[in-house]
């Protein structure tokens, strides 16, 4: 199994700063794709931005310029670097992590728990 802890959400102002972490763990093999997706009261779960193996980077249009993903293949670990924060980016972000625990398994997405992230004066 893969276990993932986020951290790094909060209360900002507009204009302001956030970095998200995920850390994951448990029986990895080996990490394809991490990411980052959101989900706003009312609305659908949306991809933000996601890193594959690679180096790949997807950002979504309402995020690209301001948010910026990284990527630590030693550690499992994937960060979000939230810049110049708006109101609409207040939603519960949520990790993501397409990976496989042994040699010859189907890769399959593990989520973590969900951090706030609220932007308001």
């Known amino acids: 199994q893969v276990q993932l802890v986020e951290s790094g959400g909060g209360l900002v102002q507009p204009g302001g700063s956030l970095r998200l972490s995920c850390v994951a763990s448990g029986s990895i093999f080996s990490i394809y794709q991490m990411g980052w997706y959101r989900q706003a009261p009312g609305r659908q779960r949306e991809l933000v931005a996601a890193i594959n193996s690679g180096g790949r980077i997807n950002y979504s249009d309402s995020v690209k310029g301001r948010f910026t993903i990284s990527r630590d293949n030693a550690k499992n670990t994937v960060n979000l670097q939230m810049n110049s924060l708006k109101p609409e980016d207040t939603a519960v972000y949520y990790c993501?992590?397409?990976?496989?625990?042994?040699?010859?398994?189907?890769?399959?997405?593990?989520w973590g728990q969900g951090t706030q992230v609220t932007v308001s004066s």
């Open positions: 993501k992590v397409s990976a496989s625990i042994s040699i010859g398994a189907s890769m399959r997405d593990y």
